[in-house]
């Protein structure tokens, strides 16, 4: 079966702001292979090119050399079998929760009964079953994230890409959320390819943590498999010795890094 997603050697270099400016490779030369159903996380420095990763599997970035492919098919343009959910808000302040669910499957043109019978059931899904005519700003940060994901996931995509979704929720309503992001995947085992700075969090959602270096040029350095029990809650698996060991190895590639990453950004302050 081909993979979800392969990128092949794949470079993303950016033109400098006019002609004086020196241009910006992001990242360089990477190679990912993801199979169907799988769970990825990609962990790195701030500003190794995380995002511009996922942009490059979403379609949204073209890659300045190398080569996409969404099983098995050269990607051109947007890729129509992923959903997107993004770090910052995307939710419609005018549409209400329901709304704002069926948009997508409005936009394909699905007569509006039956997108709202199904926006109603992916609400309950995600624990929002009595709250549909809320609106945005009539929700905690929790709750709209619940939303967004049952936006991104009515659409049924085979891929689910992930930006940093949690990373604006407090540490209880994350751990909420995490859970309720495994128990949807392994209803359905989509493939996800989850970006992430929070290293428990990688570990304890996925199958596979890949470890990119500090940018510029920044590439692949470490894959680990996790191969911690499933189903998994995402708050006791972090009190195993098994989590502490894979925690331990992981860090052990990623620290230095995250030091030159951090070193990088005090340089561009000063």
Known sequence: MAAA???????????????????????????????????????????CGKSTLLNVAAGLLAPSRGAVHIFGEPLQGLNRRAGYMFQTESLMPWRS???????????????????????????????????????????????????????????????????????????????????ELLALWQSRKKAVLFITHDLDEAIALSDRVVILSAGPASRPIGEFAIDLPRPRDVAEVKMTPEFARLHRAI????????????QQQLQKIA
């Open 97 to 179: 929760a329901r709304d704002n669910v069926l948009a997508g499957l409005q936009f394909r043109g699905m007569a509006l009964d039956q997108a709202h019978s199904l926006a109603d059931d992916w609400l309950r899904r995600v624990g929002l079953g009595g709250f549909g005519d809320r609106y945005p700003h009539q929700m905690s940060g929790g709750m709209r994230k619940r939303v967004s994901l049952a936006q991104t996931l009515i659409l049924d995509p085979d891929i689910i890409l992930m930006d940093e979704p949690f990373s604006a929720l407090d540490i209880q309503t994350r751990q909420l959320m995490e859970n």
């Open 5 to 47: 997603i392969e990128l092949q050697q794949v470079d993303c270099t950016f033109a400098g702001k006019d002609a004086a400016s020196p241009s910006y490779t992001a990242v360089q030369g990477v190679s990912l292979t993801m199979a169907d159903g799988e769970f990825v996380s990609v962990v790195g420095p701030t500003g």
């Open 251 to 262: 860090w052990e590639v990623l620290r230095d890094e995250v030091l030159k990453g951090y």
